[in-house]
């Protein structure tokens, strides 16, 4: 077994005497332990590698409807964790990807030609001696090449990307884009972002933020490269967090300038269960303006409550179920020539007391200081969950997230979306984009993990794609791309 956290070595003993008749919520409670701030996609590969969960398969296509959703994931073992991007100069070339656990290194990835219609799958190549942990993150630059990356476990724990010019026919020899900050820890939650900006100084360059564990301490760093991902930069953000406060959960944006901007969520570990269930957890912030060589001093974005922990989940769950639940406040810029441009803007859920409810903050001085929280719709009788925002190059703010206010009994959710057209000050009526209900409970893996995050982005000035967990099909959770066209 791969890890070297001390909070978990009491688990790896209970593991070794589970039976082949345990069910998965028993190998959840043996194997993953509350306390720890790694990500659940990390855990769940380890655990599935080292033979302690069983996967459910087999896939029903989707139901067709006025609002096309297209799966891109191949079916078969479950799929999550479904970032998403689109080619810069071809709005057809779009890029996906997942937790795969079709693959052998459990990381998929899928490229479209055609704007979505049909995609092709990839398995992910990982460097010798190591095995695929998931956390999988895409890019394009405004070259046409495209990347992908994830989470190498083995002697020494990094993030690496392969890079394709041909839209995912073929891929590059994997190589190591970020390395442990402390000695035998890991770099977990990679997001790759490139700034795909003519007029940038750094044009070109990409950027992969992560959140660096070891036993007791976590700490952000944002790694850069210059020359297309084949040597890179590491640099801390902020200052070391030692157990039981900790970081994790950051996004990047990219200004028309150059600027980077990284978010990312910080609690104080002191909720009613030992962790950051049910504790008001700081949104931080901070920039760099010379290429992600330097980062300004991190500021607190907004002061959110997240959802209390009752299924054993450092972070909190979703309320009705054992999933565990993130919050990122995912982070981007408005670089179009409107009367909003360089306004920042970051969504992310708020625990109410007894929904989980979406909205977002912005800021117009470059992140010095930000507004209250806009709700992205108004509270419904289901929990909002999963969010991701996007500004296209009209100035317009698109949020997606996994909404339950279809389902009385506030556990089946579909995908929602709105926007704003005033600068984030409020959100048109949301629109569901998902065309078939999702149980959360599907999700393959024993009803305990779907995934960390969804995405969005504009392919258009007027059209809004979204990528997502879904498990429309009654078995597990798939990739599926879906979104909406502004009249």
Known sequence: MITRLPFLLKFIFLVCVICAAASFVE???????????????????RALRDGFLPLSGGFAPPAGGPLPNIQASEGGSPVNEDPIMVNPNNPQQMLTGGNDFNCPNSQGFYSSNNAGRTWSHYCKLTTSGHVGEGDPGVGYDLNGNSYIGGVDGGSSDAVVIQKSSDNGATWSAPNVAV???????????????????????????????????????????????????????????????????????????????????????????NGPAGDCGDTLASMMFSKSTDGGNTWSAPVVMAQVTLAPDTCGAYWGCLPNTNERVSNIPA?????????????????????TGSKMQVGVVRSANGGSTWSAFVPVSPASSGDQFFPWLSVSSAGVVGATWLDRRDDPNNLEYITYATGSTNGGASFVASKRIGTAPSNPNNDGQGGFFMGDYTGNYWATATNLVSSWMDSRNGVNMQDEVGGFRLK
């Open 27 to 45: 190998a959840q409670d043996r194997f993953f332990d509350g306390k720890s701030p790694i990500s659940t996609s990390v855990l769940v590969t």
């Open 179 to 269: 390395l442990p900050l402390f000695s035998g820890g890991l770099p977990d939650k990679d997001w790759l972002q490139i700034d795909i900006n003519p007029s940038s100084p750094h044009a070109n360059s990409l950027y992969i933020s992560v959140t660096q564990l070891d036993a007791n301490d976590s700490q952000i760093t944002v790694s850069h490269s210059t020359d297309g991902g084949r040597t890179w930069t590491m640099v801390p953000v902020d200052s070391k967090q030692t157990y039981p406060e900790g970081d994790q959960f950051r996004d990047l944006a990219i200004g028309k300038d150059g600027t980077v901007y990284v978010s990312w969520m910080h609690c104080t570990g």
């Open 331 to 351: 982070i981007d810029i408005d670089n179009s020539n409107g009367s909003h441009k360089g306004t920042l803007y970051a969504v992310m859920y708020n625990w």
